[in-house]
């Protein structure tokens, strides 16, 4: 518990007077948070409040329209393209689809990224990608495709292939989706896992209340109505302490 303590003191991402949207349609309006090392961060909200597009801003997929993205005190948007490159190259992602490739086994699919930006011999990236996928409980299932595993496991596999090259933040879009109450509290179990253990940060957009009580360790609360956030700090906090009606309806879902 003392280590957990001595992650969060070090500041990772930092957000300050962020604007979002597309072209002269502003999504959202002066985002400010700040993501600790370590913390199980959530984005959350009801549909259409931006968490998707939060989540394209932080990554590198899309420009803000003003504001400041700072990771460990660099302006990532306004880097030189060969820092920006740099500093995404220590993020692994989760897709709400997995996407893994179809048509590549999944010791294929763990291995592309490490083919891709390392230097390392075929026998160090097998043993590499043998020791990513048993950390995520698929040990033996190098050789499967993913039209040969199930839902869970397909989460599973993609999460091995985002922790490939060792990130320092783990971004997930809806990890839960899809799945049924039993794999997405496996789900759950490892992202609590690799947080605790690694000093892994994470940051994920869901609406699912069981993975946001279970992981969450801070969070923020986007409201399309006001076209800003409404609310931040850790979930079960809010739940408890929070007299903001949307939060409110939100995390209980009308039943308080």
């Known amino acids: 518990m003392e280590q957990k303590k001595d992650f969060q003191k070090e500041v990772k991402i930092k957000v300050r007077n962020l604007d979002m949207g597309y072209g002269s349609f502003v999504l959202m309006q002066n985002l400010n948070f700040t993501i600790d090392k370590g913390d199980v961060f959530i984005i959350m909200g009801g549909s259409g409040c931006g968490k998707s597009t939060l989540l394209k801003v932080l990554?590198?997929?899309?420009?803000?329209?003003?504001?400041?993205?700072?990771?460990?005190?660099?302006?990532?948007?306004?880097a030189e393209p060969t820092d920006r490159d740099r500093i995404m190259q220590r993020f692994g992602i989760l897709y709400q689809s997995g996407a893994l490739w179809s048509s590549m086994t999944l010791a294929e699919n763990v291995a592309l990224p490490l083919e891709q930006y390392t230097a390392l011999s075929e026998d160090n990236i097998a043993e590499l990608v043998s020791l990513k996928l048993a950390l995520v409980g698929l040990g033996g299932f190098e050789e499967f495709y993913p039209s040969e595993i199930s839902g869970g496991m397909k989460k599973r596999a993609a999460l091995a292939r985002a922790m490939a090259l060792d990130p320092d933040i783990l971004f997930f879009d809806e990890p839960s989706a899809?799945?049924?109450?039993?794999?997405?509290?496996?789900?759950?179990?490892?992202?609590?896992?690799?947080?605790?253990?690694?000093?892994?940060?994470?940051?994920?957009?869901?609406?699912?209340?069981?993975?946001?009580?279970?992981?969450?360790?801070?969070?923020?609360?986007?409201?399309?109505?006001?076209?800003?956030?409404?609310?931040?700090?850790?979930?079960?906090?809010?739940?408890?302490?929070?007299?903001?009606?949307?939060?409110?309806?939100?995390?209980?879902?009308?039943?308080?």
């Open 178 to 256: 899809g799945l049924d109450p039993v794999s997405a509290r496996l789900l759950d179990d490892l992202i609590i896992e690799l947080s605790e253990s690694l000093g892994t940060t994470i940051v994920a957009v869901t609406h699912e209340l069981p993975s946001i009580f279970a992981i969450g360790t801070n969070s923020i609360f986007l409201d399309a109505e006001t076209k800003t956030m409404i609310a931040s700090g850790d979930p079960k906090r809010l739940l408890a302490e929070s007299k903001d009606p949307k939060v409110v309806a939100f995390l209980t879902r009308g039943r308080k």
């Open 59 to 78: 990554v590198g997929l899309l420009r803000p329209l003003g504001g400041q993205v700072l990771y460990d005190g660099i302006n990532f948007w306004e």
